[in-house]
T-cell receptor, first 116, second 109 residues
Framework: IAGITQAPTSQILAAGRRMTLRCTQD?????MYWYRQDLGLGLRLIHY???????GKGEVPDGYSVSRANTDDFPLTLASAVPSQTSVYFC???????????????FGAGSRLTVL | GQNIDQPTEMTATEGAIVQINCTYQ??????LFWYQQHAGEAPTFLSY??LDGLEEKGRFSSFLSRSKGYSYLLLKELQMKDSASYLC??????????WGAGTKLIIKP
């Protein structure tokens, strides 16, 4: 089934630990995105990638890093987790910018992260 | 600054019609999206408007007025399964999406 797979589904993490959230898509979409969703706030963009080999910073990039070695995978790493990074993280993919009518995002099921 | 406003919560009755409003301010504009998000699940695409007017898709319709920076999502013949959050997002001149906080729609029998 075409779509986006995220892992883990949920994780409890001690502050200061390193954590990588995995994201894989099989739709051959050019663009991929990482968002965080917090109660009462809209989805906030952390990092994005318009095509394999390139990445960019979103609205809230501090404390996070990404890589895009190939089209399918877009992992998000928290180098040293802090409690304010407790959130639900969504990975998404789309055809990318330049043709806004086609840039419908498909989201993964989300990763719920709790940092204690 | 860039901003999206939509009501936090709305309540409607099964079988009725509800309109969810969204106003936006963005640096440039490349379209307005509506997504549905059931509790604990991922957002899923509902509609996209880039020209003024009404787009109808089954029980759901979406309207856009670019001059007013305004959109609404109209849901007809409400069903219990329509209980969800509805997210409004505007695409700016850099093709980045600016998201509203979402409107939680509660459907009562």
């Amino acid at each position: 089934i075409a779509g986006i797979t995220q892992a883990p589904t949920s994780q409890i993490l001690a502050a200061g630990r390193r954590m990588t959230l995995r994201c894989t898509q099989d739709m051959r979409h050019n663009a991929m995105y990482w968002y965080r969703q917090d109660l009462g706030l809209g989805l906030r963009l952390i990092h994005y990638s318009n095509t394999a080999g390139t990445t960019g910073k979103g609205e809230v990039p501090d404390g996070y890093s990404v890589s895009r070695a190939n089209t399918d995978d877009f992992p998000l790493t928290l180098a040293s987790a802090v409690p304010s990074q407790t959130s639900v993280y969504f990975c998404a993919s789309g055809q990318g910018q330049g043709d806004s009518g086609a840039n419908v995002l498909t989201f993964g099921a989300g990763s719920r992260l709790t940092v204690l | 600054g860039q901003n999206i406003d939509q009501p936090t919560e709305m309540t409607a009755t099964e079988g009725a019609i509800v309109q969810i409003n969204c106003t936006y301010q963005t640096s440039g504009f490349n379209g307005l999206f509506w997504y549905q998000q059931h509790a604990g699940e991922a957002p899923t695409f509902l509609s996209y408007n880039v020209l003024d007017g009404l787009e109808e898709k089954g029980r759901f319709s979406s309207f856009l007025s670019r001059s007013k920076g305004y959109s609404y999502l109209l849901l007809k013949e409400l069903q219990m399964k329509d209980s969800a959050s509805y997210l409004c997002a505007a695409m700016d001149s850099n093709y980045q999406l600016i998201w509203g906080a979402g409107t939680k729609l509660i459907i009562k029998p």
